[in-house]
């Protein structure tokens, strides 16, 4: 388990991170990534977001494909509601200083 981190520059740069889902997904983690100095509590938060923030795109884009078949009718809300809350969630253990991974893409983020 990784100690918490009591920075509160570090947390509000990775809140900045996984919120930028609803205003700049995938620019912003990665401009945070490559420019910020090299926190390793910013780094992984920036690299688990990018991550996430792949994820749900793609998620989201096979969803309206297959609104041709009506399943996505059904899974583009899901896929939506889901991603809301699992960044509510991060930004939430971001807050508490904690080493946030998303259950699916955080396995991703680790191999970069």
Request: hydrophobic letters at 55%; proline letters at 5%; a positive charge.
């Amino acid at each position: 388990m990784r100690p918490t981190s009591t920075d509160n520059r570090d947390k509000v740069w990775s809140i900045l991170c996984h919120a930028s889902l609803v205003f700049f997904p995938l620019l912003l983690p990665l401009l945070v990534y490559l420019v910020k100095d090299k926190s390793p509590f910013v780094e992984h938060h920036a690299k688990e977001a990018f991550m996430f923030h792949v994820g749900v795109l793609v998620a989201l884009f096979t969803s309206k494909v297959l609104m041709l078949v009506l399943i996505g009718f059904l899974l583009f809300p899901l896929v939506a509601l889901s991603a809301f809350i699992l960044t509510v969630w991060a930004v939430i253990q971001t807050w508490n200083g904690r080493w946030y991974s998303y259950p699916v893409t955080g396995r991703w983020a680790r191999k970069i």
